[in-house]
C-alpha cells in the first residue's frame, strides 16, 4: 500500500484516526472532525510504531497498517484456528490470556494462534462438552464469556496452579463441599476407593461420597466426578478434562465445574494412562494417582 502522511485527507485518515482512538491514543478533536492528517494524529501513529517495536516514523505504511488492524480485534470479531500464516492479532491474545488463567496453558501470550493455542482450545471444549476441534468460535467465545467471574482481572502471564494443599486446608474443603466420586472401568474404579479412604482418612466429617453411578448422585452435591481410565468416546458431550498437567489441574477442574447448565455438575476426568499402556497397573500407581486428584479436588474447591 502507499503510505498515507501528515496532510492527507478523506475517508483512510478517518479510519486510521478512529482505530487510534480506541487503543486509546490522543487525536485532536478538530483533527478527527476534519479527517485531517494534522500534527496529532502524527505524533499518535509516532507513538504507536513505537509501542509495537516499528520503526520511528510518522506514516502509516503497510507494516503499521497491518499491525493497527491486528491490534483492533476483539475477541469474538473473527473465527480461530490453526492455519498458515497463523491468525494473528488481538484477538488472540485475548483468548490466550483468558485460557492461560482458566488453566488450559497456551504458553507464552504472543498473538499468534499456533499449535499451543490451537492445543489449549481443544481442551477447554473438552471441558465444556464441546465438540473438540480446535476452532474457536462463537460457541467457545461464549463458554468463555461465562466464566469471566473467573479470569477477568486476573494477571495473565500464564498458567495459574493453585498449588498443594496443607492438610488443614483440604479437611475443610472435605467438610463443606459435597461431592460425588464414580469411574467407569475397574481401574479408575480402584482409583476412587483410594480417593475416598484418603478423603475419609482426612475428615470424619467428610462429606466425598462414593456412588454407583452418575444417575445415583446427590440432589445437592457440588459436582459430580466421574473417573475414567480411556478416552471420551465420540459423541460424548460430558465435560472431560485430562490429568496430565497436575499444577493446572485444580484451575481446569474448577473451570469445567463453574460452567456447567445443569443443577448439579458432571465432570469426567480421564487418567494418564496413556495409548501405550501395556495393561499393567501396580498399587503404586492408583495411590499416587489417588493422593494427586484429592489433593487437585480439594485445590479447586477451596475458594
Not at 135 to 151: G, N, P, S, Y
Request: charged share 25%.
Amino acid at each position: 500500500m502507499e503510505a498515507i502522511r501528515e496532510g492527507a485527507r478523506g475517508a483512510a485518515v478517518e479510519d486510521i484516526q478512529d482505530r487510534l482512538a480506541s487503543l486509546d491514543y490522543q487525536i485532536d478533536a478538530d483533527e478527527r472532525a476534519r479527517q485531517e492528517y494534522g500534527h496529532s494524529t502524527a505524533q499518535a501513529v509516532a507513538k504507536f510504531r513505537l509501542d509495537h517495536d516499528i520503526a520511528l516514523g510518522t506514516d502509516v505504511d503497510s507494516e503499521t497498517w497491518m499491525a493497527l488492524v491486528d491490534e483492533c480485534y476483539q475477541l469474538g470479531d473473527r473465527t480461530l484456528y490453526l492455519r498458515l500464516p497463523n491468525f494473528h492479532g488481538n484477538d488472540v491474545k485475548q483468548l490466550q490470556e483468558r485460557l492461560n488463567i482458566l488453566g488450559f496453558s497456551c504458553g507464552k501470550v504472543d498473538g499468534y494462534y499456533g499449535v499451543y493455542t490451537e492445543s489449549a482450545v481443544k481442551e477447554f471444549q473438552e471441558s465444556q462438552g464441546s465438540l473438540a476441534d480446535g476452532m474457536a468460535f462463537q460457541d467457545t467465545f461464549d463458554d468463555i464469556e461465562r466464566l469471566h467471574h473467573v479470569w477477568a482481572g486476573k494477571p495473565a502471564a500464564g498458567p495459574h496452579p493453585m498449588g498443594g494443599m496443607g492438610f488443614a486446608r483440604a479437611a475443610g474443603v472435605l467438610d463443606t463441599t459435597q461431592i460425588s466420586l464414580t469411574a467407569e472401568d475397574p481401574i479408575s474404579r480402584n482409583v476412587a476407593g483410594r480417593i475416598w479412604n484418603l478423603a475419609t482418612a482426612t475428615s470424619e466429617k467428610s462429606r466425598l461420597d462414593l456412588v454407583d453411578s452418575v444417575a445415583a448422585a446427590r440432589p445437592d452435591d457440588k459436582v459430580v466426578l466421574v473417573l475414567a481410565a480411556s478416552p471420551l468416546p465420540r459423541g460424548n458431550t460430558m465435560p472431560s478434562i485430562i490429568m496430565d498437567d497436575i499444577d493446572t489441574l485444580p484451575q481446569r477442574l474448577r473451570t469445567a465445574c463453574e460452567s456447567s447448565r445443569e443443577p448439579v455438575a458432571v465432570v469426567r476426568i480421564e487418567l494418564p494412562i496413556g495409548l501405550d499402556y501395556d495393561g499393567t497397573f501396580t498399587t503404586g500407581d492408583a495411590q499416587t494417582f489417588a493422593v494427586m486428584l484429592l489433593d487437585a479436588i480439594c485445590a479447586a474447591f477451596d475458594y
